[in-house]
């Protein structure tokens, strides 16, 4: 009898950790799902939908705390600024950092700190940011873009010197390097660190051009555009900023390139930005046609855009 309760008592043991495993794989299953939902959400701009399915996710994790969590809280707190809950955000990036002193976390709550106009909460979060991760490019590049939108050039090539003291020397950081350099006005130093970087770095072609461009040299910046169009990890954004310069320049033509590369590739987060500066870029060559065209486009595919300007566009092209 006593051997007979001891095997139920093994058999219902083995029972629930079995039911418990299969609900906590049911459970992250639904996390992720919702995340998906999330992140789809805020692609098509739908940011009120997009925070509930994160918070969805959230509580899958029934307070456990790992790297897909945190992972949902900054999508979280992204969907909470773009819905002018500055104050949730706050809380998001709070919690984060209470629970991972995360030099990402420090970075955009600073960001929204600025944002707040509260340049000292700012500073003081970049500072701390920096602290935690002192080897980051990419972080130091950040946090000096946007001390330069703030005028603050001085502190801003402050974190670009401290970048080019990391020790480091591969080929990837040969390439911040350069690039850093670049933005420092250091140009010949650019050239020799990025021309070394170009081997194995697709991207510093990128950079190359960008260089060249503001050296004055059309034909080097072409060819190195060229090379980094060939390519097959062109970036969206990056063919955005650079058609987004050459409109400024009324270089309308290779603009269109650029936007016309970036709408090709197979992942376009930020199609509807490229689509509005394409319709322009079409406009202002004379090309009213491929302009009407794309504007049609755009209209189908983002019908909740109630943008003055793009109205006024639609209705100036529909007499084209």
Request: proline residues 1%; glycine residues 4%.
């Amino acid at each position: 009898m006593k051997q007979l309760k001891h095997k139920l008592i093994i058999l219902l043991t083995i029972s629930m950790i079995l039911c418990l495993t299969g609900c906590s794989g049911e459970r992250i299953q639904r996390k992720l799902t919702y995340r998906e939902e999330g992140i789809a959400y805020m692609e098509e701009e739908k940011y009120e939908q997009a925070l509930e399915s994160f918070q969805l996710a959230l509580d899958e994790s029934l307070g456990k705390i790992d790297n897909t969590t945190l992972d949902i809280c900054f999508y979280k707190a992204k969907a909470q600024y773009l819905l002018n809950d500055t104050k949730g955000a706050l809380e998001t990036y709070d919690a984060i950092i209470t629970y991972n002193d995360s030099p990402k976390a420090y970075f955009l709550r600073g960001n929204l700190y600025y944002t707040l106009g509260k340049e000292a909460e700012a500073f003081s979060d970049y500072k701390k940011a920096a602290e935690v991760e002192s080897a980051d490019y990419e972080l130091y590049i950040g946090i000096y873009n946007v001390l330069m939108e703030m005028g603050k050039e001085k502190e801003g090539q402050e974190y670009l010197n401290k970048a080019l003291e990391i020790n480091e020397k591969n080929t990837a950081d040969k390439l911040q390097e350069g690039y850093i350099n670049f933005l420092l006005g250091e140009y010949e130093t650019a050239v020799s660190l990025l021309e070394e970087a170009s081997v194995k770095e697709v991207d510093a072609n990128f950079y190359l051009f960008q260089v060249y461009e503001a050296m004055g040299d059309g034909v080097n910046a072409n060819k190195y555009l060229n090379s980094y169009l060939e390519s097959k990890k062109v970036d969206s954004y990056k063919l955005y900023e650079v058609g987004k310069s050459q409109m400024e320049e009324k270089n309308y033509k290779l603009a269109i390139t650029c936007f016309e590369n970036a709408m090709e590739l197979e992942e376009v987060p930020n199609k509807q930005q490229i689509m509005k500066q394409l319709v322009r870029a079409y406009e202002l060559s004379y090309d009213f046609v491929s302009a009407k065209r794309c504007m049609a486009e755009y209209v189908a595919q983002y019908p909740e855009d109630e943008d003055e300007m793009i109205i006024k566009e639609y209705e100036f092209l529909q007499t084209r």
